[in-house]
């Protein structure tokens, strides 16, 4: 919605009439129509060659025009133009009526075929401006002062006007009209029309400049008090008021004009507190903030912003948009999912940063700019991995815990189910356990735990899953194995084991193993690894037994 002051009352163009400044006006027009007539008796008229010629020009080509009318251009040719008895007879009565002294007619080729001057038909026309001119259908006059001789040698009583007039038909040169005009009888005509023309001309400018000097003291002087007032508006000077002299338009003006002002006060400075309110929560934001304008020219960049992507903001501004993640395809992709999927993340800067960006369109679908929001999420990358790690990992010996064995298990099932490779299950007991427990306490227990869960972290790959599956037994997922393979491994671990000592104790383990066939379940494999495992502390523990599903 605009401004109060924007709506003008619609009655002020009527009231405007009943003002003093358009009575004034009339008044002063009136008396410039009395006053002008003697002031144009004194004006010296400028020299009047240039005007007399082009109006004998003008007259010179009406006779011409009417007179090519009586040609009949379709029953001649170029070469040879036929001049009519008629057509005589109309130069001649034109001469007459028009005080043309002498008349000519040429052909094409620029040959003489009629002149009201006897003896002159058949001369040849051979003057450059005849060839590069007339025959390129251009008009051609000059003034010969009764002084002066004309191109054919003639001397005339009076001034003259000489004039070629062109003879064209589609385009084409036929011939030219050579009229002498006397130029005293065109200078009266045009002293008349000029003196005429003069009176009203001069009245309408006295009236004209009396009428500004009423105007420049009347009007141009306030506007111009508003116009320095608007100019000094303009470089922010807005409590600059102008003088509301009297109860015209141009009154009204200047009061309108301090309303707009006064507005526009209060409106500039709401505009600074909105400003200054959004200067804070740019400048103090953590979130990095980046936007364009419609061109995609990049227009604000927080310092946060500067921070997160280790950029100048010269040197956003030159790169440009698309490339503030150093990635245009990825920026664009993550434009085109704004407001469908979840916040893109990436590694950038060494930082891990969540970034949502979209281009932002007005009701039109016009582009208004594009923007790119990004956070520092490492910190909480970070403890998310942490607690991912907590969440998988068995507090004590640092390995993983049962619960992610399962979902290992199941993962590692299901692919030597897809891609028929071979996996094994291996399941590992400390050998007489509880006696550590009761004899030497549970802390020597749990050391003892410890110590195997090392020795299993350096034996096995780094692709092995070494996990504690409850209290003290253990298991490992060994995927793409053979059982010969495994076997050899859990020999070699057992043989370490037992050549280890925990606190000056010896320790040993019993290992059951199992190995992935087609058809056998998860279960299946688990409880093989198990009987296994059952079937060596039968036999009086410290071995490695294998069973199939």
């Known amino acids: 919605?605009?401004?109060?002051?924007?709506?003008?009352?619609?009655?002020?163009?009527?009231?405007?009439?009943?003002?003093?400044?358009?009575?004034?006006?009339?008044?002063?027009?009136?008396?410039?129509?009395?006053?002008?007539?003697?002031?144009t008796l004194f004006i010296a008229f400028p020299n009047l060659t240039h005007l007399l010629l082009f109006q004998a020009e003008q007259t010179s080509a009406r006779i011409a025009t009417h007179l090519r009318h009586q040609i009949s251009m379709d029953a001649v040719n170029r070469d040879n133009l036929l001049v009519s008895p008629?057509?005589?007879?109309?130069?001649?009565?034109?001469?007459?009526?028009?005080?043309?002294?002498?008349?000519?007619?040429?052909?094409?080729?620029?040959?003489?075929?009629?002149?009201?001057?006897?003896?002159?038909?058949?001369?040849?026309?051979?003057?450059?401006?005849?060839?590069?001119?007339?025959?390129?259908g251009r008009n051609y006059s000059e003034v010969v002062s009764k002084e002066e001789s004309t191109r054919e040698g003639e001397h005339f009583a009076s001034d003259v006007v000489e004039t070629y007039i062109p003879i064209m038909y589609q385009n084409q040169f036929y011939g030219a009209f050579e009229i002498y005009l006397d130029l005293p009888r065109e200078k009266a005509a045009m002293d008349r029309m000029v003196l005429e023309g003069g009176v009203i001309v001069s009245t309408l400018s006295l009236a004209l400049?009396?009428?500004?000097?009423?105007?420049?003291?009347?009007?141009?002087?306030?506007?111009?008090?508003?116009?320095?007032?608007?100019?000094?508006?303009?470089?922010?000077d807005l409590d600059h008021r102008v003088p509301e002299v009297g109860r015209d338009e141009i009154g009204d003006l200047a009061r309108v004009f301090n309303q707009m002002c006064q507005q526009l006060q209060h409106a500039h400075v709401s505009l600074e507190q909105e400003r200054d309110k959004l200067n804070t929560i740019l400048l103090g934001a953590q979130e990095g903030i980046v936007s364009t304008d419609g061109s995609g020219t990049i227009v604000l960049v927080n310092p946060a912003a500067e921070t997160l992507l280790g950029k100048t903001r010269d040197q956003m501004v030159k790169e440009?948009?698309?490339?503030?993640?150093?990635?245009?395809?990825?920026?664009?992709?993550?434009?085109?999912?704004?407001?469908?999927?979840?916040?893109?993340?990436?590694?950038?800067?060494?930082?891990?940063?969540?970034?949502?960006?979209?281009?932002?369109?007005?009701?039109?679908?016009?582009?208004?700019?594009?923007?790119?929001?990004?956070?520092?999420?490492?910190?909480?990358?970070?403890?998310?991995?942490?607690l991912r790690s907590l969440s998988y990992t068995d507090a004590l010996t640092g390995l993983l815990n049962r619960r992610r064995m399962d979902e290992l298990l199941l993962n590692e099932w299901n692919r030597a189910k897809r891609y028929t490779i071979g996996f094994s299950f291996m399941l590992i007991d400390v050998d007489h356990f509880k006696r550590?427990?009761?004899?030497?306490?549970?802390?020597?227990?749990?050391?003892?735990?410890?110590?195997?869960?090392?020795?299993?972290?350096?034996?096995?790959?780094?692709?092995?899953?070494?996990?504690?599956?409850?209290?003290e037994e253990f298991a490992v997922i060994l995927p793409n194995t053979k059982a010969e393979q495994v076997l050899e491994a859990a020999e070699r671990l057992r043989q370490k084991m037992a050549s280890l000592e925990v606190d000056g104790l010896k320790v040993t383990i019993s290992v059951g193993l199992s190995h992935y066939v087609p058809e056998c379940t998860v279960g299946q494999l688990v409880k093989a690894a198990d009987k296994a495992l059952y079937r060596v502390k039968e036999n009086g523990r410290n071995g490695v037994a294998f069973q199939e599903p």
């Open 320 to 386: 440009g948009f698309l490339r503030l993640l150093d990635d245009p395809e990825f920026l664009v992709a993550t434009m085109e999912r704004a407001g469908i999927d979840t916040p893109s993340t990436l590694v950038f800067n060494q930082k891990v940063l969540c970034i949502q960006a979209a281009s932002i369109h007005n009701a039109r679908g016009g582009l208004i700019g594009s923007v790119a929001l990004l956070r520092d999420i490492t910190a909480e990358k970070q403890l998310e991995d942490k």
């Open 86 to 136: 008629l057509l005589k007879e109309e130069i001649i009565q034109l001469s007459e009526d028009f005080g043309i002294l002498k008349s000519r007619l040429y052909d094409s080729r620029g040959q003489m075929i009629f002149s009201t001057t006897s003896g002159e038909i058949g001369r040849q026309n051979d003057e450059e401006f005849f060839v590069t001119q007339v025959a390129k």
């Open 436 to 471: 550590f427990n009761d004899d030497h306490g549970h802390d020597q227990g749990d050391r003892v735990l410890v110590a195997l869960a090392k020795l299993m972290q350096g034996h096995f790959r780094t692709v092995d899953y070494c996990c504690r599956y409850g209290g």
């Open 209 to 236: 400049v009396l009428l500004i000097l009423y105007v420049r003291h009347s009007v141009v002087t306030p506007v111009a008090r508003i116009s320095q007032a608007m100019n000094r508006m303009i470089l922010g």
């Open 1 to 39: 919605m605009m401004p109060h002051w924007f709506h003008v009352d619609h009655q002020l163009g009527d009231r405007m009439l009943r003002y003093k400044f358009l009575r004034y006006s009339f008044f002063l027009s009136l008396i410039g129509t009395l006053l002008v007539p003697l002031y």
